[in-house]
Nanobody, 124 residues
Framework: QLQLVESGGGLAQPGGSLRLSCVAS????????VGWFRQAPGQEREGVGC????????IYTDSAKGRFTISRDNAKNRVSLQMNSLNSEDTAVYYCAAAGTRWCSPHSRDFLTWGQGTQVTVSS
């Protein structure tokens, strides 16, 4: 069974950067779209962005556009989330999730396999 593990979270200062990684447990991540999501305390989970299976197309939500970059290295079964210009509103637990399709879906219910999450805290 596919498992996803996120890493790279931690404490960042406002205006700083962090790079999150999502690594799959086996060599099959390249057939799925992978999304990044986040959930802040007391708030609903929201999407950050999603990359199609081949990495050629990436979709971002408004909160991520211009600041975050999603990339994938299928040879290493890894999807990354580069976050720049962080602010306090980016504080959340970040999750990666693999969709059951090659293409990104706007619905979180279509993402079938989830990682355990990694905490990102933006504070001075």
């Amino acid at each position: 069974q596919l498992q996803l593990v996120e890493s790279g979270g931690g404490l960042a200062q406002p205006g700083g950067s962090l790079r999150l990684s999502c690594v799959a447990s086996r060599n099959s991540l390249d057939i799925w779209a992978v999304g990044w999501f986040r959930q802040a305390p007391g708030q609903e989970r929201e999407g950050v962005g999603c990359v199609h299976d081949n990495g050629d197309s990436v979709i971002y939500t408004d909160s991520a556009k211009g600041r975050f970059t999603i990339s994938r290295d299928n040879a290493k079964n890894r999807v990354s989330l580069q976050m720049n210009s962080l602010n306090s509103e980016d504080t959340a637990v970040y999750y990666c999730a693999a969709a059951g399709t090659r293409w990104c879906s706007p619905h979180s219910r279509d993402f079938l396999t989830w990682g355990q999450g990694t905490q990102v805290t933006v504070s001075s």
